[in-house]
């Protein structure tokens, strides 16, 4: 599985933002997905995920506020985040969990909130 990440950039607080992240390669090995991200100076963190029969979990720090969504027939899973706060500003890291326990990350995307 190859996971391609876009949709970072500067928004001002307040803003929203949504994130893309495409699959490709063996993709019925997928069971689950998600997005995980990493402050500077802070541990990484899980946001969000979204398993294969559509339940989801978020970070008590972002309820109410990202919904994480799946396009099957696209192999995409999104996560649209509103009210953005600075407190968000961190590298989005798109993450699948794959049958046989193998995990795939794709690469980075940066979001920064900030006026």
């Known amino acids: 599985v190859q996971l391609q990440a876009s949709g970072g950039g500067l928004v001002q607080p307040g803003g929203s933002l949504r994130l893309s992240c495409a699959a490709s390669g063996i993709i019925f090995s997928i069971n689950s997905m998600g997005w995980y991200r990493r402050a500077p100076g802070k541990q990484r963190e899980l946001v969000a995920a979204?398993?294969?029969?559509?339940?989801?979990n978020y970070a008590d720090s972002v309820k109410g506020r990202f919904t994480i969504s799946r396009d099957n027939a696209k192999n995409t899973v999104y996560l649209q985040m509103n009210s953005l706060k600075p407190g968000d500003t961190a590298v989005y890291y798109c993450t699948s969990w794959e049958s046989g326990g193998r995990i795939t990350w794709g690469q980075g995307t940066l979001v920064t909130v900030s006026s």
């Open positions: 979204i398993g294969s029969a559509g339940g989801t």
